[in-house]
């Protein structure tokens, strides 16, 4: 295995046992193989810990630190995202994901280094708070830490930790809209200022259909209400998205999970205390040779979980990309996911299904529901999908697939969706279609293309995700949008032969 950063002193090992995993895994979400994704992790730590030294940030966990950089970890995200960026100037671009050589490539990735306040109204939030305040809302929101473990990592009163975040949430608000109406907006955006601000205070404000009609059309407004609006569950959406950028929603659900490991899913007998970094992180004397190992050793099993697929099932040891190359360890690598999306309001259920470019934003099927035996007669709520009845009623063939349709979250005028789909047969490529009820239409689709003839949507295999294993599954993701109704679809069928529901 590669060697692992040679952190300079007592500090500096310390923040790579709390961060060498995060670090690791946004690597894995941009590379194309696990060794270039250790190669591009220990160049972006070594990069990143020479800017804190040269900033001053020896003490970042210090609540005295001056507001204008980020909190140690997305700094350090940033310092994988600049150095992918120098691999694709400087002809190693074929090291990277294909999707974030596109982004890096495109105007989007241009908004994080270009002027100050073309930024993501998100970045220049968090820039503009104090240290200890911006560390709180990353650790609890994005890193999904439990507020225990962040009192103990910031020195805070775990009795006050959970108001704290409450003041620090209400705090981050209002410095991104003062970023929002700094911002160069033209006369319309400037006209549906002060309304947004006002529609998004309130879980209970209706968003009037003009300003709803402004937000699916403007990208950048749309990012404010992201970040606006604290309700609902889309905060920690709107910070990976705006901070990191490409991969953002990807890495949330990944940092996710592997907390929910750290909390002791899937280590049965494991003693409490025993030196976990994100449990031993408050320690202010370690010896480096040992904290070293503590970090690599124990972080193994939250950071392996973080990176294996979405899509596996009661923990099997096979991959569920039969596409590869069949080296474990690129199918522990077997995930990618879109940029969070302006607007999405993030739900807690669970953890997102993907894969390389870029990836689904949540795949509770095969995490928190039941397996079904039988097609739902009625499909409703947020996970139903079955053949289509017809009009006489008859009985439809014997499906060869089953199909798992999760309503990931909604909003006034917008969904987000996963489709899971478990396949009888080897497939060497496949097209997944279904029937809306209500006239939705999708908007954007990963980890497949997508076409949408009237209420018929077809998803079409993406170039890397054709080949799937006999009783494999497949996954996909996509955003959409509704008027009046919005029940789950039906007629699933894959490469024309109909499914039951999962």
Not at 27 to 44: N, V, Y
Not at 204 to 213: I, K, Q, V
């Amino acid at each position: 295995m590669p060697d692992l950063p040679t952190p300079q002193d007592d500090t500096e090992a310390a923040l790579f046992s709390e961060c060498w995993d995060a670090v690791l895994s946004y690597a894995d979400l941009c590379t194309s193989g696990s060794l270039t994704a250790h190669q591009l992790a220990t160049e972006a730590f070594t990069l990143g810990m020479r800017e804190v030294r040269a900033a001053g940030a020896a003490s970042v966990r210090g609540p005295g630190r001056r507001a204008g950089r980020l909190p140690v970890i997305p700094e350090l995200l940033t310092a994988v995202r600049n150095t992918a960026a120098s691999w694709e100037a400087e002809g190693q671009g074929h090291k990277l994901d294909p999707d974030l050589r596109l982004w890096l490539n495109s105007g989007q990735a241009a908004r994080y280094s270009g002027p100050p306040l073309g930024r993501p109204v998100a970045l220049r939030g968090l820039r503009d708070m104090q240290d200890a305040d911006a560390s709180l809302l990353w650790l609890a929101e994005v890193e999904a830490l439990p507020l225990p473990t962040v009192a103990r990592r910031l020195a805070l009163d775990p009795a006050t930790v959970a108001e704290e975040l409450d003041q620090v949430r209400g705090l981050f608000r209002d410095r991104c809209h003062r970023a929002h109406l700094d911002s160069p907006m033209d006369a319309q955006c400037r006209s549906y200022a002060r309304l947004l601000d006002a529609v998004t205070r309130s879980a209970a404000a209706d968003t009037p259909g003009d300003l709803s009609r402004h937000l699916a059309t403007c990208v950048r407004c749309a990012e404010a209400a992201a970040c606006l609006r604290l309700h609902g569950g889309g905060l920690p959406a709107a910070l990976a998205g705006g901070v990191i950028g490409w991969g953002g929603l990807a890495y949330l659900e990944r940092r996710r999970r592997a907390a929910e490991v750290r909390l002791g899913a899937g280590r049965p007998g494991a003693e409490p205390d025993t030196g976990d970094p994100e449990e031993g992180a408050g320690r202010t004397r370690v010896l480096r040779g040992g904290l070293l190992a503590a970090a690599v050793l124990l972080s193994a099993l939250a950071l392996g979980v973080s990176m294996m697929p979405f899509g596996g099932s009661s923990g099997s040891s096979g991959s569920t990309d039969s596409g590869g190359s069949g080296d474990d360890t690129a199918a522990v690598r077997d995930e990618r996911q879109p940029v969070a999306a302006p607007g999405i309001s993030r739900t807690t259920a669970g953890p997102a299904s993907s894969r390389p470019p870029s990836t689904t934003a949540s795949a509770t099927a095969t995490r928190t529901k039941p397996e079904r035996k039988n097609p739902d007669p009625e499909p409703q709520g947020t996970s139903s999908a079955t053949t289509d009845p017809g009009p006489s009623g008859t009985t439809a063939p014997a499906a060869t697939c089953q199909v798992a349709y999760d309503l990931v979250n909604q909003w006034a005028d917008g969904f987000q969706a996963t489709v899971t789909v478990t396949t009888g047969e080897a497939l060497t490529d496949w097209q997944v279609a279904w029937t809306f009820r209500d006239g939705q239409q999708v908007g954007q689709m990963w980890d497949a293309t997508v076409r949408q003839n009237g209420s018929r949507v077809t998803a079409a295999a993406a170039d890397y995700n054709r080949s799937v294993a006999a009783h494999g599954t497949l996954t996909f993701g996509f955003l959409a949008s509704w008027q009046g109704g919005n029940r789950a679809p039906y007629h699933f069928t894959l490469n024309g032969e109909p499914c039951t529901a999962g």
